[in-house]
C-alpha cells in the first residue's frame, strides 16, 4: 500500500516543482530577463514534465482504487465468513473455545482491513504531496515476517476461505497458486532429451529423478490447497516452505551420481549426453514463484 502511496507522493512533489519552475519562468519573460527563444524552449520542456507528472500521478492512484477496491472485498467476505462463523456456534456445531479463537482471527483480520481502507482512502483523496502527509520510512531491510519465519498456530491450517473471491484478493495471492500449478505440471514435461540416427528421446522428470517427481507433485499440490487457507501468514509460510523445500530437493537431485546415468543430472548435460529441457525452467521459476509469493502473503497478514 505505502509503495503505491510513496510513488504518487513523489509524482504530486515533481509535478509542483515544476510548476513552481514555471511560474519563475513566466517572471523572468515578462521582465526580459530570458529571450524568446530561451522561453519557449523551457517552456515546452516544463510543460512535458508537468505531463507526465499528471500521468504518473493517474498511474498510482490506479493503483491505489485497484488495492481500495481487493481490501473492500477481503473486509466483505471476513464479515460474511463472521457472521456464518456465529451461526456455527449458536447451532451448535463449533464449541465455545473454538469459537473464540476463530473471531478472534476474525476480528483481527477484520480491524487490519479497515484501518487498511481509511489509509487508503485518505490517500486518494489527496490532492497534493502535502495532503499524504509523512509516510512509513521505506526500509532496505525485510520486514520481520520475511526475516524470521516463524510457525503459524495449529488452528489456522484449519481456517480456510469462505468464498472463491478471496482467493485472489489481494491479486499478488495469485503468485503462489500460479507457481504450485507451474511446479505440478513441469514434473510432466520434458526434463532432458536425447538423440542421435535421426530420432530424439524427451525425458520426464521420472526418468532422471523419482525424488524430484515427488517433490513437484507433492510440493506443487501443498501450494495449490494453500491459496484456499483464510491466514495470509499461514498461507505464506505454507508458500515459502514449499518453494524453498521444492528448490533444495531439486539442487540435490540435479547435483548427486544418478545410478543409470553413472553421473549426476547436471554432469550428464554437461557431457551433451543428454540436453536440458523445458521443464527444468519452469519447475526453477514455479518453485522461486512460490517464495515471492509468500513473501508477500506474509506482509499483507
Known amino acids: ?94 464449541p465455545l473455545e473454538k469459537y473464540e479463537r476463530a473471531d478472534r482471527r476474525l476480528r483481527k483480520r ?48 484449519t481456517a480456510f476461505v469462505s468464498s472463491v473471491g478471496e482467493v485472489a484478493s489481494p491479486r499478488t495471492r495469485l503468485l503462489g497458486l500460479v507457481g504450485g500449478l507451474f511446479l505440478f505440471i513441469s514434473v510432466f514435461m520434458p526434463w532432458g532429451s536425447a538423440g542421435g540416427f535421426g530420432f530424439t528421446i524427451s525425458y520426464p522428470a521420472a526418468d532422471l529423478s523419482g525424488h524430484l517427481t515427488a517433490a513437484g507433485v507433492i510440493f506443487g499440490l501443498f501450494a495449490i490447497g494453500a491459496v484456499f487457507l483464510a491466514e495470509s501468514q499461514t498461507k505464506g509460510f505454507v508458500h515459502v516452505v514449499a518453494g524453498a523445500i521444492a528448490l533444495l530437493v531439486f539442487l540435490i537431485a540435479m547435483t548427486v551420481p544418478n545410478r543409470e546415468l553413472g553421473t549426476s543430472i547436471v554432469g550428464a548435460m554437461s557431457r551433451g549426453w543428454i540436453s536440458m529441457g523445458a521443464g527444468i525452467v519452469f519447475y526453477i521459476i514455479a518453485a522461486i514463484a512460490m517464495i515471492v509469493g509468500g513473501v508477500y502473503e506474509r506482509r499483507e497478514g
Open 110 to 157: 477484520i480491524d487490519s482491513t479497515e484501518a487498511e481502507l481509511a489509509e487508503l482512502e485518505r490517500i486518494l483523496g489527496a490532492n497534493s504531496a502535502s495532503d499524504i502527509g509523512m509516510l512509513p520510512a521505506a526500509s532496505g531491510k525485510l520486514s520481520p515476517g520475511a526475516q524470521r519465519l516463524s510457525i503459524p498456530e495449529a488452528s489456522s491450517f
Open 1 to 94: 500500500m505505502y509503495k503505491a502511496a510513496r510513488e504518487l507522493q513523489k509524482a504530486f512533489l515533481a509535478g509542483e516543482e515544476v510548476e513552481k519552475l514555471l511560474v519563475n519562468l513566466e517572471e523572468l519573460k515578462s521582465d526580459g530577463s530570458v529571450t524568446d527563444e530561451q522561453y519557449g524552449y523551457l517552456k515546452k520542456d516544463y510543460e512535458e514534465r508537468l505531463t507526465a507528472a499528471g500521468s504518473a500521478v493517474a498511474q498510482q492512484r490506479a493503483e491505489i482504487k485497484r488495492r481500495l477496491e481487493d481490501s473492500r472485498t477481503s473486509l466483505a467476505n471476513s464479515k460474511l465468513e463472521s457472521d456464518r462463523l456465529g451461526v456455527r456456534f449458536k447451532v451448535g456445531e463449533l
